[in-house]
Protein backbone atom coordinates (compact mmCIF):
# COMPACT_ATOMS: atom_id res chain seq x y z
CA UNK A 1 0.00 0.00 0.00
CA UNK A 2 1.34 3.16 -0.55
CA UNK A 3 0.05 5.90 1.80
CA UNK A 4 2.21 8.96 0.92
CA UNK A 5 4.60 10.49 -1.97
CA UNK A 6 6.72 12.94 -1.46
CA UNK A 7 8.46 14.61 -4.19
CA UNK A 8 9.13 16.73 -7.08
CA UNK A 9 6.22 18.03 -9.28
CA UNK A 10 6.94 16.88 -12.93
CA UNK A 11 3.60 17.76 -14.37
CA UNK A 12 0.32 19.26 -13.10
CA UNK A 13 -2.98 19.04 -15.28
CA UNK A 14 -7.20 19.08 -14.10
CA UNK A 15 -7.14 16.46 -11.90
CA UNK A 16 -3.96 15.49 -11.82
CA UNK A 17 -0.11 15.87 -11.01
CA UNK A 18 2.63 13.76 -11.43
CA UNK A 19 5.18 13.39 -8.53
CA UNK A 20 9.27 12.41 -8.88
CA UNK A 21 9.90 10.28 -6.22
CA UNK A 22 13.11 8.00 -5.71
CA UNK A 23 13.91 8.22 -9.54
CA UNK A 24 10.09 6.94 -10.30
CA UNK A 25 7.07 9.38 -11.65
CA UNK A 26 3.66 8.55 -9.91
CA UNK A 27 0.84 9.84 -11.39
CA UNK A 28 -1.58 10.96 -8.79
CA UNK A 29 -5.11 12.14 -9.20
CA UNK A 30 -6.14 14.57 -6.64
CA UNK A 31 -8.73 17.47 -6.06
CA UNK A 32 -8.89 20.90 -8.17
CA UNK A 33 -7.44 22.99 -5.17
CA UNK A 34 -3.86 20.84 -5.91
CA UNK A 35 -3.96 20.40 -9.36
CA UNK A 36 -4.26 23.98 -9.52
CA UNK A 37 -1.81 25.07 -7.11
CA UNK A 38 1.06 22.66 -7.83
CA UNK A 39 3.94 23.96 -9.39
CA UNK A 40 6.43 22.20 -11.74
CA UNK A 41 9.61 21.58 -9.96
CA UNK A 42 8.46 21.92 -6.27
CA UNK A 43 8.07 19.80 -3.52
CA UNK A 44 4.44 18.57 -2.69
CA UNK A 45 3.65 15.53 -0.14
CA UNK A 46 0.08 13.58 -0.20
CA UNK A 47 -1.49 11.65 1.46
CA UNK A 48 -2.75 9.15 -0.47
CA UNK A 49 -4.96 6.02 -1.55
CA UNK A 50 -4.12 3.08 -3.73
CA UNK A 51 -7.40 1.91 -5.66
CA UNK A 52 -6.71 -1.63 -6.95
CA UNK A 53 -9.12 -2.75 -9.83
CA UNK A 54 -8.58 -5.87 -12.09
CA UNK A 55 -7.64 -3.35 -15.36
CA UNK A 56 -5.70 -0.79 -13.26
CA UNK A 57 -3.86 0.40 -9.75
CA UNK A 58 -4.92 4.09 -9.36
CA UNK A 59 -3.64 6.83 -7.09
CA UNK A 60 -5.48 9.77 -5.40
CA UNK A 61 -3.74 11.79 -2.86
CA UNK A 62 -5.36 14.92 -0.88
CA UNK A 63 -3.34 17.50 1.02
CA UNK A 64 -3.92 16.67 5.18
CA UNK A 65 -5.30 13.15 6.41
CA UNK A 66 -8.88 14.03 7.42
CA UNK A 67 -9.64 14.49 3.16
CA UNK A 68 -7.88 10.93 3.12
CA UNK A 69 -10.24 9.70 5.68
CA UNK A 70 -12.99 11.82 4.35
CA UNK A 71 -12.20 10.22 0.86
CA UNK A 72 -12.40 6.73 2.46
CA UNK A 73 -15.87 6.61 3.94
CA UNK A 74 -17.36 8.63 0.51
CA UNK A 75 -15.97 5.03 -1.04
CA UNK A 76 -18.46 3.20 1.61
CA UNK A 77 -21.33 4.90 0.67
CA UNK A 78 -23.62 2.95 -2.36
CA UNK A 79 -22.97 4.18 -5.78
CA UNK A 80 -20.29 6.16 -4.83
CA UNK A 81 -16.86 5.62 -7.05
CA UNK A 82 -13.82 6.86 -6.64
CA UNK A 83 -13.70 9.33 -9.27
CA UNK A 84 -17.35 10.73 -7.66
CA UNK A 85 -15.40 10.75 -4.48
CA UNK A 86 -12.90 12.81 -5.56
CA UNK A 87 -15.17 15.21 -7.23
CA UNK A 88 -17.00 15.88 -4.04
CA UNK A 89 -13.57 16.56 -2.37
CA UNK A 90 -13.01 18.83 -4.97
CA UNK A 91 -15.66 21.09 -4.82
CA UNK A 92 -16.36 20.95 -1.12
CA UNK A 93 -14.20 20.96 2.20
CA UNK A 94 -14.11 18.70 4.94
CA UNK A 95 -16.27 20.87 7.16
CA UNK A 96 -18.30 21.50 4.50
CA UNK A 97 -18.99 17.74 3.99
CA UNK A 98 -19.67 17.22 7.62
CA UNK A 99 -21.92 19.81 8.33
CA UNK A 100 -23.94 19.30 5.04
CA UNK A 101 -24.50 15.18 6.59
CA UNK A 102 -24.92 16.78 10.07
CA UNK A 103 -27.69 18.82 9.13
CA UNK A 104 -28.74 16.12 6.44
CA UNK A 105 -28.93 18.19 3.88
CA UNK A 106 -28.07 16.53 0.72
CA UNK A 107 -27.90 19.43 -1.72
CA UNK A 108 -24.11 20.64 -1.50
CA UNK A 109 -23.93 16.92 -2.88
CA UNK A 110 -26.05 17.46 -5.45
CA UNK A 111 -24.21 20.01 -7.26
CA UNK A 112 -21.54 17.69 -7.24
CA UNK A 113 -20.83 16.67 -11.33
CA UNK A 114 -21.77 13.17 -11.22
CA UNK A 115 -23.71 12.66 -8.25
CA UNK A 116 -27.55 12.67 -9.16
CA UNK A 117 -29.87 12.69 -6.05
CA UNK A 118 -30.28 9.18 -4.84
CA UNK A 119 -26.94 9.40 -4.46
CA UNK A 120 -26.62 12.39 -2.51
CA UNK A 121 -29.37 11.78 -0.55
CA UNK A 122 -27.24 8.25 0.47
CA UNK A 123 -23.97 9.96 0.96
CA UNK A 124 -26.14 12.01 4.00
CA UNK A 125 -27.76 8.57 5.48
CA UNK A 126 -24.70 6.50 5.05
CA UNK A 127 -22.25 8.84 6.34
CA UNK A 128 -24.58 10.11 9.39
CA UNK A 129 -22.67 9.95 12.93
CA UNK A 130 -19.39 8.90 10.77
CA UNK A 131 -18.62 12.56 10.31
CA UNK A 132 -17.90 15.36 12.49
CA UNK A 133 -17.67 19.30 11.72
CA UNK A 134 -14.02 20.31 13.03
CA UNK A 135 -14.05 23.16 15.81
CA UNK A 136 -11.60 26.25 14.98
CA UNK A 137 -8.93 25.73 17.17
CA UNK A 138 -8.16 29.92 17.29
CA UNK A 139 -10.91 31.87 18.80
CA UNK A 140 -11.48 35.12 17.44
CA UNK A 141 -10.01 34.64 14.01
CA UNK A 142 -12.99 33.27 12.23
CA UNK A 143 -15.29 35.47 11.02
CA UNK A 144 -19.09 34.52 12.13
CA UNK A 145 -20.60 31.69 10.38
CA UNK A 146 -23.27 33.99 8.69
CA UNK A 147 -20.64 36.43 7.39
CA UNK A 148 -18.43 33.48 6.13
CA UNK A 149 -21.44 31.71 4.29
CA UNK A 150 -21.98 35.07 2.49
CA UNK A 151 -18.85 35.31 1.68
CA UNK A 152 -18.38 31.83 -0.07
CA UNK A 153 -21.74 32.28 -1.67
CA UNK A 154 -20.79 35.33 -3.45
CA UNK A 155 -17.73 34.12 -4.68
CA UNK A 156 -19.67 30.77 -5.32
CA UNK A 157 -21.47 33.28 -7.54
CA UNK A 158 -18.30 34.63 -9.18
CA UNK A 159 -17.59 31.29 -10.56
CA UNK A 160 -15.11 30.14 -7.67
CA UNK A 161 -15.92 26.20 -6.30
CA UNK A 162 -17.20 26.03 -2.48
CA UNK A 163 -14.31 24.29 -1.53
CA UNK A 164 -11.60 26.84 -3.01
CA UNK A 165 -13.86 29.81 -1.66
CA UNK A 166 -14.13 28.43 2.22
CA UNK A 167 -10.22 28.11 1.90
CA UNK A 168 -9.91 31.38 0.88
CA UNK A 169 -12.29 33.31 3.17
CA UNK A 170 -10.80 30.80 6.41
CA UNK A 171 -7.61 32.18 5.18
CA UNK A 172 -8.12 35.46 4.76
CA UNK A 173 -9.71 36.34 7.93
CA UNK A 174 -6.69 35.60 10.19
CA UNK A 175 -5.31 38.54 8.46
CA UNK A 176 -8.53 40.49 8.67
CA UNK A 177 -9.22 43.10 11.64
CA UNK A 178 -11.80 42.21 13.89
CA UNK A 179 -14.30 44.78 11.95
CA UNK A 180 -13.50 43.31 8.89
CA UNK A 181 -14.11 39.46 10.06
CA UNK A 182 -17.99 40.64 10.96
CA UNK A 183 -18.74 42.72 7.88
CA UNK A 184 -19.35 41.02 4.54
CA UNK A 185 -18.40 43.61 2.23
CA UNK A 186 -15.24 44.03 3.76
CA UNK A 187 -14.32 40.43 4.37
CA UNK A 188 -15.33 39.85 0.57
CA UNK A 189 -13.20 42.49 -0.66
CA UNK A 190 -10.31 41.46 1.08
CA UNK A 191 -10.87 38.00 0.20
CA UNK A 192 -11.11 39.06 -3.60
CA UNK A 193 -8.25 40.63 -3.51
CA UNK A 194 -5.72 38.23 -2.10
CA UNK A 195 -6.89 35.63 -4.27
CA UNK A 196 -6.67 37.82 -7.30
CA UNK A 197 -8.07 38.34 -10.38
CA UNK A 198 -6.27 35.37 -11.98
CA UNK A 199 -7.20 32.72 -9.23
CA UNK A 200 -8.25 29.47 -9.48
CA UNK A 201 -12.12 29.03 -10.24
CA UNK A 202 -11.65 25.29 -9.45
Known sequence: MISSLRGSVLHAASGQVVIETGGV??????????????????QLRLHTSLIVREDALTLYGFGDVDELEIFG???????????????????LTVDQIAEAVTSEDDAPFRRVS???????????????????????????TAPSSSVAEQVVA??????WSEKVAADAVAQTAEQASDAERESVPALLRRTLAAMGPGGSRG
Open 25 to 42: GFSVFVPADIATTAVVGE
Open 73 to 91: QLLSVTGVGPKSALGVLSH
Open 114 to 140: GIGPKTAKLIVVQLAGKVQPRVASTPG
Open 154 to 159: ALVGLG
